[in-house]
């Protein structure tokens, strides 16, 4: 439960970052790379550029007259019906200059009735109040709006060309319109697509939008993709006026002079003029390809419940499962992330993979490092008592708990014990005492270790072994059987070393019985042991006291079982502490293998 409780953890961190957004530009590489698929330019949108060619040919831009954009226009549209659809330029054509040729331009404009010109938004930050009294700075307050001259004003249309950069710096969102003290004012891309709808009859779609009226928007071009040709080349005749009929023509700066440049999501590695990033905008608004960014707060709470979720539950699975289900979440989260931008909607990614990956590296050292060396103590544990081959086994099992939680199988029980070592160890000193027990105990336990048994606990002057535990054993009821003749044997030699040492032998009974029983770590949290418990193990302890020195005694049920392999001479039956019905006893007096 406690574990479980843990799962709020990282869902509350994800809410914090979600607040706090500390890796917005992170966040903003990754959604670049999900949501920005180049689709390629429309064909029907064209850039004459002002470039170095231009410049070269014309001299710098600030000297030119305001001629070049008379004749401009005057030559893409002498001929309404090759003209193009619309003609936009990206440039301030701002404050009265030569009044015959701003004359001419405004001319120009007003004949072919399809130009829009750029103003500009000028900001400056103003402290509010809202209709319930509160107050606020609104660092997006317009002071006023920069027009063409007046003449050209009246004539064209305009849209504001302010570049709406994010917070790392990339242009990956576009404003509508904003409302200024003159009005609802377009953008400069917004209305180009308004102008193209109405010259081509096409409905103007309004998408979803920000309380700023902004937009996340795809860009299909790349740098230098969209059809560009040189002003200069335009002018002297070399390009066709037939090349621009019904395409909307941007006219823009396309040299590195003019500062018009930009860091773009789509080619991080290259800037982006002006002009070309409202080609990508205007595209994006003809066909639909908008975002709105979910509301932090209504993405932050689905995201809490599936993160609170996940690690509730893969909390208490194995290692495998919960990491699958961690990458399986993330990979469902960027693709729900891709539809969703599809279908106008733009969400974060790099909080839900921070929490996702923090949860499986938890996940990592929780269920394996931990786990690893929790085995590493069991096995450091059970090699003190069991064969090491079956150490081994136990340690390349997969299902290492398994193999040591509680269950029923058949198992051989064995129980040895010195006989009259009480009185013995009285006129002893406690030393000899010590040293004879350890004897006895390694001859014990190297018999049992030897035919693969499980040396269970010592009990005082007793031991006790299990057969066929913690994994099947081939032939368990025969090794419990040469384990108890083994000792038997061994301990008439201990029993001359001994009496010639120190002037006392000893003599072992021995227990051995078969059936089932329950094995497993029993204990409490901090004292657990490994052992067999039930009727079977009782059954094996009160053989072992019914044993006479030198003596080893089996139940009938483990000597049918080997009847033919070993010889054992019945002691007829016996009533046994515990048990309600007598069972048969044999003496074991020689087996054949």
């Not at 729900?336 to 949860?359: F, K, M």
Request: hydrophobic residues 40%.
């Amino acid at each position: 439960m406690r574990k479980k409780l843990l799962s709020f953890i990282p869902a509350c961190i994800l809410g914090l970052l979600f607040l706090l957004a500390p890796f917005y530009s992170l966040d903003s590489m990754i959604c670049d790379k999900l949501y920005q698929k180049l689709s390629g330019p429309r064909p029907d949108i064209k850039i004459i550029c002002v470039d170095e060619e231009t410049l070269g040919e014309y001299g710098k831009f600030e000297n030119w007259s305001r001629q070049k954009a008379a004749e401009l226009v005057e030559f893409l549209c002498k001929d309404m019906q090759t003209a193009p659809s619309v003609v936009a330029f990206d440039f301030m054509f701002t404050g009265e200059s030569d009044a015959e040729t701003d004359q001419r331009l405004a001319d120009a404009c007003e004949k072919a009735g399809n130009v829009v010109m750029a103003t500009n938004l000028v900001y400056r930050g103003e402290t509010k109040k809202t209709q319930s009294g509160e107050v606020y700075f609104d660092e997006w307050n317009i002071e006023t709006e920069e027009y063409p001259y007046e003449a050209l004003k009246l004539v064209t249309d305009s849209g504001y060309t302010n570049v709406q950069m994010a917070k790392d710096g990339f242009v990956r969102y576009a404003q509508l319109f904003t409302q200024t003290k003159e009005g609802l004012r377009n953008s400069f891309a917004y209305e180009i697509y308004q102008k193209y709808s109405e010259e081509n009859g096409v409905k103007v779609d309004i998408p979803m939008h920000s309380s700023r009226n902004q937009v996340a928007f795809r860009y299909s071009g790349d740098v230098g993709e969209y059809y560009h040709v040189s002003l200069r080349d335009v002018l002297n005749g070399t390009i066709p006026t037939s090349e621009f009929t019904d395409c909307i023509v941007l006219i823009g700066a396309y040299a590195p002079g003019f500062q018009d440049a930009y860091q773009v999501s789509v080619n991080r590695g290259k800037s982006m003029y002006g002009v070309e990033i409202n080609a990508n905008i205007l595209q994006a608004f003809m066909e639909g390809k908008t975002a709105v960014d979910v509301k932090v707060w209504i993405h932050a709470a689905i995201m809490f419940f599936i993160i609170l979720l996940y690690f509730y539950i893969a909390v208490s699975q194995k290692l495998l499962p919960a990491v699958i289900e961690g990458i399986a979440i993330m990979v469902l989260h960027m693709g729900a992330g891709r539809l969703l931008a599809l279908r106008g909607y733009r969400i974060s990614q790099i909080y839900v993979l921070i929490i996702l990956t923090g949860c499986i590296l938890y996940f990592i050292v929780e269920k394996y490092l931990l786990e690893k060396i929790k085995r590493r103590r069991v096995l450091a544990a059970f090699k003190r008592y069991m064969a090491p081959q079956v150490v081994d086994k136990l340690a390349a099992s997969k299902d290492f708990e398994s193999c040591l939680g509680g269950e029923k199988r058949e198992v051989a029980v064995l129980f040895v014990d010195i006989r009259g070592f009480t009185t013995m160890s009285e006129s002893l000193k406690p030393e000899e005492v010590v040293k004879i027990l350890n004897e006895y105990l390694a001859l014990t336990t190297s018999c049992i270790l030897k035919n693969e048994g499980m040396l269970d606990k010592f009990i005082g002057d007793a031991t006790m072994a299990v057969f066929n535990a913690p994994f099947d054993q081939n032939d368990y009821c025969m090794a419990a059987i040469k384990t108890a003749w083994d000792i038997q044997q061994g301990g008439k030699e201990l029993g001359e070393k001994l009496l010639e040492k120190y002037g006392k032998t000893v003599q072992f009974g021995v227990g051995v019985h078969c059936g089932e029983a329950v094995v497993g770590n029993i204990g409490c949290e901090f004292r657990m042991d490994y052992t067999a418990i039930g009727d079977t193990v009782n059954t094996a302890s009160r053989l072992e006291g019914k044993a006479r020195p030198g003596e080893v005694l089996i139940s009938e049920a483990i000597y049918e079982k080997l009847q033919g392999r070993i010889t054992g001479e019945i002691l007829g039956e016996l009533e046994l502490k515990g048990k309600k019905e007598k069972i048969r006893v044999y003496q074991l007096t020689e087996i054949h293998e």
